[in-house]
């Protein structure tokens, strides 16, 4: 299976290993790159490999765990700190 760029030159022709190379690199550059997982969740998806799938579907959702909880304690910060004004 072959991903094509749409844009520019239509000879540019990238593999899956490709894609999932250049996302592995990303994670190592920064391991909370929620969008190198979720893409790598579709990658093994489709691929398959249902393990690797379900490693990077699951990371996506504690990641996305943590950021409710970081978002939902800013929420209750500013509500506290409005009640005080």
Same mark, same amino acid.
């Given at each position: ?46 691929? /398959?490999? /249902? /393990? ?34």
């Amino acid at each position: 299976m072959l991903i094509q760029q749409d844009e520019g030159d239509s000879d540019l022709v990238y593999s899956l290993e490709d894609a999932e190379k250049c996302l592995l690199s990303a994670l190592e550059i920064n391991d909370q790159d929620i969008d190198a997982m979720i893409e790598l969740a579709h990658l093994y998806d489709i691929i /398959p490999n /249902p /393990p690797e799938a379900l490693k990077y579907a699951s990371l996506v959702l504690d990641e996305l765990k943590r950021i409710e909880l970081e978002m939902t304690e800013i929420c209750r910060d500013n509500k506290n700190s409005e009640m005080e004004m």
